[in-house]
């Protein structure tokens, strides 16, 4: 699917790898916020001076827990990313960690 209101111009794919399956209801609102603000981050951040790319929501489950991996293809972090700067990154880190008890990382690729 192509996502061109949020891109500023660059037309960028979305693609979903694997599935979510079911999930309680109190997880759900709180896992929706996370993938939703990470997403947009990718979709506004990644592509400037480029006119297209892809945004991967990646999901599996290993045995009772899910991992999710939202990655794009493209200028990457920059180096001097702090997530703790931005206030949607900083409610995210609350969420996956307070609210759905995981883990939240940043990859440079």
């Known amino acids: 699917r ?7 111009g660059v037309e960028v794919r979305a693609e979903r790898i694997g599935s979510f399956g079911s999930i309680p209801g109190d997880a759900a609102t709180s896992l929706a ?3 939703t603000e990470l997403v ?3 979709v506004e951040h990644a592509f400037a001076g480029r006119d297209s790319g892809r945004v991967t929501v990646a999901v599996n489950r290993i045995r009772n827990r899910l991992r999710l991996r939202v ?8 180096g001097d990313f702090d997530a703790t ?3 949607g990154l900083s409610i995210v880190s609350t969420l996956v ?4 008890g995981g883990v939240l990382a940043f990859e440079r690729s």
């Open 71 to 78: 990655s794009d293809d493209g200028n990457g972090l920059p």
């Open 85 to 87: 700067s931005s206030l």
């Open 2 to 8: 192509t996502i061109p209101e949020f891109a500023d």
């Open 40 to 42: 947009q981050n990718a």
């Open 33 to 35: 916020m996370v993938v």
């Open 97 to 100: 960690e307070g609210e759905l």
